[in-house]
Nanobody, 115 residues
Framework: QVQRVESGGGLVQPGGSLRLSCAASISIFRIYAMGWYRQAPGNQRELVAAITSGGSTNYADSVKGRFTISRDNAKKTMYLEMNSLKPEDTAVYYC?????????WGQGTQVTVSS
């Protein structure tokens, strides 16, 4: 299993910001395209942002212009900067390979957007 630690979630008001981090244990993290996924209660897990090994990015339409994905291969860490958060962004956020999550799913980090 590939261990990851997802962190940075929390409770934020609409319009607020959060920065999520995903620290991986795998030594060859740099070769993988990675993504941030989210799952809201009653919904299927969806891929919201992805980044290739070379740094090219892609976003779901629902978060385009508000979220920014990045990675630091030397630290084996991936980030998700989330701005202008909306209540519909409320979900558990997970990191995994993209476009399919090939690794085991971890605990994720809860993001709640509410006033």
């Amino acid at each position: 299993q590939v261990q990851r630690v997802e962190s940075g979630g929390g409770l934020v008001q609409p319009g607020g910001s959060l920065r999520l981090s995903c620290a991986a244990s795998i030594s060859i993290f740099r070769i993988y395209a990675m993504g941030w996924y989210r799952q809201a209660p009653g919904n299927q897990r969806e891929l919201v942002a992805a980044i290739t090994s070379g740094g090219s990015t892609n976003y779901a339409d629902s978060v385009k212009g508000r979220f920014t994905i990045s990675r630091d291969n030397a630290k084996k860490t991936m980030y998700l900067e989330m701005n202008s958060l909306k209540p519909e962004d409320t979900a558990v956020y997970y990191c995994n390979t993209a476009p399919e999550g090939l690794w085991n799913w971890g605990q994720g980090t809860q993001v709640t957007v509410s006033s």
